[in-house]
C-alpha cells in the first residue's frame, strides 16, 4: 500500500504542489478546509484519512508520543526541520515516500532536514 500524505498548513504551498506533480499523493489542510485549525485536529484528520501527517510543528512530536504512550496508532509522521529548503524536503519526501509502504510507516517518526 502506498504511502499517502496529509500536510498541515506549516507546510509550504510550493513543496505541495512538487509533491502532487510527481505523482505523490497529498492532501493539505486547505483541500480539507482547515486552515487555522488547532493541532489535535490536524492529526485527528491525517488519522481519519490514514495519511502521514507532514509538517514543520515539533509540538506534534508530543502528540504522537502521547498517543504511543496510550497504545493508539498514528500512520506517521514526517517533521521537516527549520532551514530545510522546499527543494531539500522535495527530494527527501520523495525518496521517503518511493521507499516506504504506508504499514511501515505506522507509529514512525521521520526527519527532513536541510541536510
Not at 505541495?16 to 506533480?21: K, S, Y
Not at 509540538?59 to 532551514?83: M, W
Amino acid at each position: 500500500m502506498p504511502l499517502r500524505l496529509y500536510a498541515d498548513e506549516c507546510v509550504n504551498g510550493h513543496l505541495v504542489a512538487g509533491l502532487r506533480r510527481r505523482g505523490i499523493d497529498i492532501v493539505a489542510a486547505l483541500d480539507e478546509n482547515l486552515l487555522g485549525a488547532d493541532d489535535p485536529q490536524q492529526l485527528a484528520r491525517a488519522i481519519a484519512l490514514d495519511r502521514t501527517l507532514v509538517t514543520g510543528d515539533e509540538h506534534f512530536l508530543s502528540a504522537v508520543k502521547q498517543l504511543l504512550r496510550e497504545g493508539r496508532d498514528f500512520p506517521g509522521l514526517i517533521l521537516i526541520l527549520p532551514r530545510t529548503s522546499v527543494a531539500a524536503a522535495l527530494r527527501s519526501i520523495i525518496v521517503l515516500v518511493e521507499a516506504t509502504e504506508a504499514p511501515d510507516m505506522r507509529n514512525r517518526i521521520e526527519w527532513v532536514s536541510a541536510t
